[in-house]
């Protein structure tokens, strides 16, 4: 359910920015250019010589023969999207955190850890104005934790003055399937 968040919306330009590398959200159906994938995924694969791009399907099944996939052009290895250690994070990543985030007037923040640069300093990207609600199964991101001396601005869930942001206990496909309900979606 939670994979599929970004197509069953009635928002007018959802945006998903996963951090897991499974690519949930291309098989949910989620539109490509409404995925920033900061780590990649298997969606695709690339020959890391010529550049050759490969689907998901070809990358599977030449792993399941267990070989080393292979360009089909100049037979240099083939490898997933996906960030290495040591890699750098997709420039796509950088640049919709610059122009989509201060544009964005609902932020939903769905299992993490908010611990990761540079994800969690994106919840303080949003303007002052735009609910952050958080669905997880432990409070993450508040203001009084080590990240915030980086990031600047963490969720403030227990603050008598917070006026954005909202917490669901719970798992992601749970948390997603009631509001879904609660706003009359299902």
């Not at 934790?145 to 969720?155: A, E, I, P, V």
Request: proline fraction near 5%; include cysteine.
């Amino acid at each position: 359910m939670a994979s599929r968040w970004t197509t069953a919306t009635g928002f007018s330009n959802p945006m998903a920015s996963p951090m897991n590398i499974d690519g949930l959200d291309h098989m949910a159906g989620v539109p490509e250019d409404k995925v920033i994938e900061a780590h990649g995924s298997f969606h695709k694969a690339h020959c890391m010589s010529c550049k050759k791009e490969y689907s998901f399907d070809w990358l599977k099944a030449n792993i399941e023969k267990t070989t080393v996939p292979k360009c089909s052009i100049c037979k240099k290895v083939v490898k997933p999207d996906v960030v290495l250690f040591g890699e750098g994070l997709p420039r796509k990543f950088f640049t919709s955190a610059d122009a989509d985030f201060p544009k964005c007037d609902l932020l939903l923040i769905l299992g993490t850890s908010l611990v990761v640069q540079p994800f969690c300093s994106l919840t303080g990207r949003v303007n002052k104005n735009v609910p952050r609600f958080l669905i997880n199964k432990e409070k993450v991101g508040t203001r009084h934790t080590f990240f915030t001396m980086f990031s600047g601005d963490g969720l403030e869930f227990d603050r008598p003055d917070n006026y954005r942001d909202v917490f669901w206990r719970g798992s992601c496909d749970d948390g997603c399937r009631l509001l879904a309900k609660l706003l009359g979606w299902e």
